[in-house]
């Protein structure tokens, strides 16, 4: 496994590859690896014979006093990592390399609708920066698909619209969230949880649960089920930032109509933001 930091040292290799006929799998991270990670490695080799991940902490995807300058750089170990899962190619940019007249001047891209709400609504500007991100080493690295987890399920959304919208030839892979053995999705955030923050963490999974049981079982006052999963979750320790029931094409709040359901939730522990979600069919 090979290690590139530069725009031109990645297309010479990836050159080589395309005139193997190879075809070339990417999986974009901000680094800080977990298994979770790891799992959207190995779903690429199922689908591509070339692996790419990509490691940059984003900064223009963080908002104001969100953790940019302290989010954890692991870069050795996720080396390590990758190496034993078999990933092909580490691509680890500087802000210079993928932003080269910095983020001021740099055009962005907006995915208008699937945007908006849930994570979009408490965090300004955070979807225009992941948009604009993937574009970005989309058009470094041309891969033939991208592996995204669908534990950022909006993310996950963003990605398809803007790739369907801008005809991206990029085949877009939503992979299983990977939870640890008490439900909590693993997240690089988990790291920041206190000892008595994390035996309160897996909550918001068990009130998805709870949640879309209840939707199984016939009840579709969606409104209502939202507010007793949000007192739960308050119950329970965490400070909500919004436990929403939507269509899982559109993200707009569900009606008794719609048959695809995405129950998604975030709440903080202490300083730390998680991130959930769960799909049904009823």
Excluded at 77 to 91: I, R, S, W, Y
Excluded at 156 to 162: P, W
Excluded at 252 to 258: F, L, M, Q, S, V
């Amino acid at each position: 496994m090979r290690t590139v930091h530069s725009l031109k040292e990645l297309r010479a290799i990836l050159r080589g590859y395309r005139q193997q006929e190879k075809t070339i799998g990417l999986v974009p991270t901000m680094g800080n690896l977990h298994e979770g990670h790891i799992s959207l490695v190995r779903k690429a080799a199922e689908a591509a014979d070339v692996v790419v991940t990509s490691i940059f902490v984003n900064p223009m995807q963080f908002g104001a006093n969100e953790d940019l300058d302290t989010y954890p750089r692991t870069l050795i170990d996720d080396q390590n990592k990758l190496g034993e899962a078999g990933n092909t190619l580490v691509f680890a940019p500087s802000a210079e390399e993928v932003y080269p007249d910095g983020l001021a001047r740099h055009t962005r891209v907006v995915v208008p609708d699937v945007s908006d709400g849930h994570c979009g609504a408490s965090r300004s500007g955070h979807f225009e920066g992941v948009a604009t991100v993937v574009s970005v080493l989309f058009n470094m690295i041309q891969p033939d698909f991208a592996v995204f987890g669908e534990k950022d399920f909006q993310q996950l959304a963003v990605i398809r619209k803007m790739v369907r919208d801008l005809m991206m030839p990029v085949e877009v892979i939503g992979a299983p969230t990977v939870r640890e053995d008490d439900g909590l999705a693993k997240s690089s955030r988990n790291g920041y949880l206190s000892e008595d923050d994390r035996t309160k963490a897996p909550a918001i999974y068990q009130v998805l649960q709870a949640t879309a049981a209840k939707i199984e079982g016939g009840r579709d006052d969606f409104f209502a089920l939202a507010q007793e999963a949000s007192e739960r979750l308050s119950e329970a320790g965490l400070r909500l930032d919004y436990f929403n029931i939507a269509n899982s094409q559109t993200l707009k709040p569900a009606t008794r109509e719609d048959r695809d359901l995405t129950l998604l939730a975030a709440a903080f522990l202490g300083s730390t933001r998680l991130i959930d979600n769960i799909s049904i069919t009823r």
